[in-house]
């Protein structure tokens, strides 16, 4: 069922995304994203076990991926960004603010961060400095459960800046 509010959610999505993939002047953040967590504490937050992180593609080091060994177990991933995206992304959320989308800003991470929550999809974006990044788990528990798994794992991501 297509309808108006989900097309404009859509558009909502696709420029945030584009924010987030958009260069910057600041600071370029650090190159590999599967070396800021290992597998045993992915498996920990997700509580199931991962295999090795993966990247997008070989050559595209700044999003890593692990997934769960076990049917249903989930995925999580970590997009390195700078920090304009954060400030970028930040903004945007503020505004298109809605009952399906949602920013809420949470302390004990970082400089900064803010879940950005679209539906029952959440993401925990984070600054420390002048590197920024978004660590996301994919699995079929409740929102606020996602939000503490990647608490735990953007602490962790922070501790290895």
């Known amino acids: 069922m297509d309808s108006a509010p989900t097309r404009g959610l859509l558009v909502v999505a696709i420029f945030l995304c584009a924010v987030a993939w958009a260069p910057t002047g600041n600071a370029t953040p650090p190159g590999d994203a599967c070396a800021l967590l290992t597998p045993a504490q992915v498996g920990a937050a997700l509580g199931a076990p991962v295999a090795a992180g993966t990247y ?4 595209f080091k700044k999003t890593c991926t692990w ?6 177990g989930g995925y999580v991933t970590l ?30 991470v970082g400089d900064d961060a803010y879940y950005l929550a679209v539906g029952d999809q959440v993401g925990l974006i984070v600054r420390k400095g002048n590197i920024a ?7 079929h528990v409740p929102v606020d459960s996602k939000q503490a798994k990647e608490k735990t794992l953007a602490q962790q991501v922070v501790s290895n800046l």
Do not use: R
Request: charged share 10%; no cysteine.
């Open 56 to 59: 997008v593609t070989p050559t």
């Open 133 to 139: 990044f978004k660590v996301a788990v994919y699995v």
């Open 79 to 108: 997009m390195l960004q700078d920090v304009g995206t954060f400030q970028s992304g930040k903004q945007m959320a503020a505004m298109a603010a809605s009952a399906n989308m949602s920013a809420t800003s949470i302390s004990g």
């Open 67 to 72: 997934q769960s060994t076990t049917e249903g």
